[in-house]
């Protein structure tokens, strides 16, 4: 479970990085700059539940396995995002777009997090 872990945390890092690198691309910022932060480390890192749970989702299609992964993910990034702000240190805040909820997690995110999850759920099930 640890290695999965670590795995998880670092591919979440590299994810995030790719995908700020493309949101500064859109905004014509052409030097592809991404960013992280260590507090994502052990949030991504908990990704690593997939394993366990993929054996009983492996017959789902993946539409329906990306829908599961993607919930579970907003609740666990709503959870952490709540903690992390109450001591001021969340490193994201979705506060002005439309479909955020406490500035916390944004709904329209969704179909990234079911891509993320059926990301990391490939990797894990090798």
């Not at 480390?41 to 017959?59: E, N, Q, T």
């Not at 299609?61 to 599961?68: D, S, T, V, Y």
């Not at 439309?98 to 090798?126: C, H, Q």
Request: charged share 15%; aromatic share 16%.
């Amino acid at each position: 479970m640890r290695r999965n872990f670590f795995i998880c945390g670092l591919t979440g890092w590299c994810l995030e990085i790719l995908f700020t690198s493309i949101g500064n691309c859109s905004r014509h910022d052409l030097r592809l700059i991404g960013q992280t932060s260590v507090w994502m480390f052990p949030i991504y890192g908990m990704a690593c539940i997939i394993k366990p749970l993929y054996r009983y989702f492996k017959k789902l299609p993946a539409l329906f396995r990306g829908f599961i992964y993607s919930t579970g993910i907003f609740c666990f990034e709503y959870l952490s995002g709540s903690l992390l702000k109450k001591h001021h240190l969340c490193p994201w805040d979705y506060s002005n777009a439309p479909t955020n909820i406490n500035g916390v997690i944004r709904l329209d995110y969704a179909p990234v997090w079911m891509a993320a999850g059926l990301i990391f759920e490939k990797i894990l099930s090798k």
